[in-house]
T-cell receptor, first 111, second 112 residues
Framework: QKEVEQNSGPLSVPEGAIASLNCTYSDRGSQSFFWYRQYSGKSPELIMSIYSNGDKEDGRFTAQLNKASQYVSLLIRDSQPSDSATYLCAVPVSGTYKYIFGTGTRLKVLA | GAVVSQHPSRVICKSGTSVKIECRSLDFQATTMFWYRQFPKQSLMLMATSNEGSKATYEQGVEKDKFLINHASLTLSTLTVTSAHPEDSSFYIC????????FGQGTRLTVV
């Protein structure tokens, strides 16, 4: 059974701080990793994708991947109240397009 | 980015009736679409993989006779919840894969 694990939170950070979200996965064959943001009652929207070890930056967001440790993280700099949402880590089952989602981490950015 | 449209966004139905949810890829052809279900405060759980022109592949524990999936064209997949019961009330989300997964807006199903 392929698994993707996240701390459910809530993770509370003050406005302007860095929010750090973590995810571990069990499938060593996984090659691609995705972070989605989901607002309550809405569908997930893609924030970041990462395929190689190391860091990938896009605006205020940085994804970090360590395949040896089977660990992927998302950093949100200068957190804003509008970033308050649930962040889902998704890992496709290797060799397929089927996504396995983590339970999601609920982030609260306090104004 | 690619657009996936899901309809309806909300539906309320009586127990025992059937409900059909549509998922369309608007600007690309999708030979494969996926159906997820999300209960409150839980993550998305994959229900089935919808394959154009062939039978859907269901995940373990998902009743294929209850959740009928039809993928008759390269841009449309439908999920029919048959003989719905209150425990089927959930948020149903479809996705289509192009270079990444694109999600529909979701359908909030309430069975009363």
């Amino acid at each position: 059974q392929k698994e993707v694990e996240q701390n459910s939170g809530p993770l509370s950070v003050p406005e302007g701080a860095i929010a750090s979200l973590n995810c571990t996965y069990s499938d060593r064959g996984s090659q691609s990793f995705f972070w989605y943001r989901q607002y309550s009652g809405k569908s997930p929207e893609l924030i970041m994708s990462i395929y190689s070890n190391g860091d990938k930056e896009d605006g205020r967001f940085t994804a970090q991947l360590n395949k040896a440790s089977q660990y992927v993280s998302l950093l949100i700099r200068d957190s804003q109240p509008s970033d308050s949402a649930t962040y889902l880590c998704a890992v496709p089952v290797s060799g397929t397009y089927k996504y396995i989602f983590g339970t999601g981490t609920r982030l609260k950015v306090l104004a | 980015g690619a657009v996936v449209s899901q309809h309806p966004s909300r539906v309320i139905c009586k127990s025992g009736t059937s409900v059909k949810i549509e998922c369309r890829s608007l600007d690309f052809q999708a030979t494969t679409m996926f159906w997820y279900r999300q209960f409150p405060k839980q993550s998305l759980m994959l229900m089935a993989t919808s394959n154009e022109g062939s039978k859907a592949t269901y995940e373990q524990g998902v009743e294929k006779d209850k959740f009928l999936i039809n993928h008759a064209s390269l841009t449309l997949s439908t999920l029919t919840v048959t003989s719905a019961h209150p425990e089927d009330s959930s948020f149903y989300i479809c996705s289509a894969w192009r270079t990444e997964a694109f999600f529909g807006q979701g359908t909030r199903l309430t069975v009363v």
